[in-house]
């Protein structure tokens, strides 16, 4: 794949318009009582003319067999290398919630968690708590106090929050508490990197004193952190491809991913139907749409299978809204698979459809995992996609002589 440095050579000026929609943790696996996906049991007879009308294929976030996480995810569809670009979770949720952040401080993301009187996780969400519930919760672990940093703390949305160490000489090389699974104790979090040890220590006493913290708490009564990191430096989608992006999104950490790469974040209202609309008011205002689509995941996460199926399709239904506006160029896959069978990311590719007016159609006729499988991109790295549209929207001009 070309470098950004490359594709900044060739970007040239354009009018043309490009929306790249994503419906988060879009890909699926077919579920046995009816052997089909989400996305292959939802009715999508708008999706499913726009990959008559374009190109298909399966995306790969990062490589066959890795399971990717949201940020490299998005990363690399934007056209940063997740391999090279990388970015904790901790520092995305920071700038999703505007957090002032400070030269040197380590972030991570946190989940309130439910945890039983063996000390093993039952619940890594605590029920999925409402954002009231954590606020006043993470009003009590603001409380507590370690020598020599600051331990700020957070909401960010439902049984998220965010932890902020500030001061000293911190270092984010950490292993996460998060064990990402149920029946099994939290992790203590270690040091990737010798220089990391002091502040690993740091988050194994804060973590303790919010266990004893919320101990009398319930179903919240333990916390799991995972993401620790500082703020890189990236190039910004402006420079790179001179455009002018604006993210429609709604949950903090995407909101966080598209500000790190020089987004404008849009103001998108709670619903899809909202994000949609948005899209529409702000259509004359920039020319690259990020449309993010957080529900698709959640609902995979919990294992909801109808519920994933639903959000597809009402998605769906607003297809017809975004085509009105008359893109050059529209985009839709996910940033990894989330099926509902696994209720977790996964490795398999991504459904992916572009249609433009200079693409060249392939034979499918349907946007599924099966049908895509079967378009003329193949299974192809999610980084071709952002050359995929530029090239389609005439942004890019010939490399070499």
């Given at each position: 794949?070309?470098?950004?440095?490359?594709?900044?050579?060739?970007?040239?000026?354009?009018?043309?318009?490009?929306?790249?929609?994503?419906?988060?943790?879009?890909?699926?696996?077919?579920?046995?009582?009816?052997?089909?996906?989400?996305?292959?049991?939802?009715?999508?007879?708008?999706?499913?003319?726009?990959?008559?009308?374009?190109?298909?294929?399966?995306?790969?976030?990062?490589?066959?067999?890795?399971?990717?996480?949201?940020?490299?995810?998005?990363?690399?569809?934007?056209?940063?290398?997740?391999?090279?670009?990388?970015?904790?979770?901790?520092?995305?949720?920071?700038?999703?919630?505007?957090?002032?952040?400070?030269?040197?401080?380590?972030?991570?993301?946190?989940?309130?968690?439910?945890?039983?009187?063996?000390?093993?996780?039952?619940?890594?969400?605590?029920?999925?708590?409402?954002?009231?519930?954590?606020?006043?919760?993470?009003?009590?672990?603001?409380?507590?106090?370690?020598?020599?940093?600051?331990?700020?703390?957070?909401?960010?949305?439902?049984?998220?929050?965010?932890?902020?160490?500030?001061?000293?000489?911190?270092?984010?090389?950490?292993?996460?508490?998060?064990?990402?699974?149920?029946?099994?104790?939290?992790?203590?979090?270690?040091?990737?990197?010798?220089?990391?040890?002091?502040?690993?220590?740091?988050?194994?006493?804060?973590?303790?004193?919010?266990?004893?913290?919320?101990?009398?708490?319930?179903?919240?009564?333990?916390?799991?952190?995972?993401?620790?990191?500082?703020?890189?430096?990236?190039?910004?989608?402006?420079?790179?491809?001179?455009?002018?992006?604006?993210?429609?999104?709604?949950?903090?950490?995407?909101?966080?991913?598209?500000?790190?790469?020089?987004?404008?974040?849009?103001?998108?209202?709670?619903?899809i139907k909202d994000q949609f609309e948005t899209l529409a008011r702000l259509y004359d205002r920039h020319d690259f749409f990020f449309l993010h689509i957080k529900q698709t995941d959640s609902a995979g996460e919990d294992g909801d299978?109808?519920?994933?199926?639903?959000?597809?399709?009402?998605?769906?239904?607003?297809?017809?809204?975004?085509?009105?506006?008359?893109?050059?160029?529209?985009?839709?896959?996910?940033?990894?698979?989330?099926?509902?069978?696994?209720?977790?990311?996964?490795?398999?590719?991504?459904?992916?459809?572009?249609?433009?007016?200079?693409?060249?159609?392939?034979?499918?006729?349907?946007?599924?995992?099966?049908?895509?499988?079967?378009?003329?991109?193949?299974?192809?790295?999610a980084l071709g996609i952002m050359p995929l549209a530029m090239a389609n929207a005439l942004r890019l001009t010939k490399y070499g002589a």
């Amino acid at each position: 794949m070309l470098s950004l440095d490359q594709i900044k050579e060739i970007a040239v000026p354009s009018e043309a318009k490009i929306i790249l929609l994503i419906m988060d943790g879009l890909g699926g696996l077919p579920y046995p009582e009816i052997g089909k996906t989400e996305l292959e049991a939802a009715r999508t007879p708008n999706l499913d003319s726009l990959a008559k009308q374009g190109i298909c294929g399966l995306s790969e976030p990062i490589a066959p067999g890795i399971t990717p996480g949201s940020g490299p995810g998005h990363l690399a569809i934007f056209g940063y290398d997740p391999l090279v670009c990388s970015i904790g979770r901790g520092m995305l949720e920071a700038l999703g919630i505007d957090f002032p952040l400070e030269e040197g401080d380590v972030a991570a993301r946190g989940n309130f968690c439910t945890i039983d009187s063996d000390g093993l996780v039952t619940d890594r969400r605590a029920g999925r708590i409402s954002t009231e519930e954590a606020t006043v919760l993470c009003q009590q672990l603001a409380q507590i106090r370690l020598d020599g940093v600051e331990a700020l703390v957070s909401p960010v949305e439902g049984h998220r929050f965010l932890l902020v160490l500030r001061g000293g000489n911190l270092d984010a090389h950490l292993s996460d508490s998060d064990p990402q699974q149920t029946g099994v104790p939290p992790k203590e979090v270690n040091a990737e990197k010798p220089e990391a040890g002091d502040t690993a220590a740091l988050a194994n006493r804060w973590i303790a004193q919010a266990r004893e913290t919320l101990h009398d708490s319930h179903p919240a009564n333990m916390v799991l952190l995972r993401g620790f990191s500082q703020r890189p430096s990236f190039p910004g989608m402006s420079e790179v491809y001179g455009l002018n992006p604006v993210a429609i999104a709604t949950y903090p950490m995407y909101r966080g991913v598209a500000k790190l790469i020089g987004m404008k974040v849009a103001d998108a209202g709670h619903s899809i139907k909202d994000q949609f609309e948005t899209l529409a008011r702000l259509y004359d205002r920039h020319d690259f749409f990020f449309l993010h689509i957080k529900q698709t995941d959640s609902a995979g996460e919990d294992g909801d299978f109808q519920r994933k199926v639903g959000v597809i399709e009402d998605v769906d239904t607003l297809v017809p809204r975004l085509m009105e506006l008359r893109p050059e160029v529209v985009a839709v896959t996910g940033d990894h698979s989330t099926p509902a069978l696994l209720k977790s990311h996964s490795w398999h590719p991504v459904p992916f459809l572009l249609t433009a007016k200079y693409c060249r159609p392939d034979a499918v006729t349907q946007f599924s995992e099966s049908a895509c499988a079967l378009g003329s991109l193949g299974i192809f790295p999610a980084l071709g996609i952002m050359p995929l549209a530029m090239a389609n929207a005439l942004r890019l001009t010939k490399y070499g002589a």
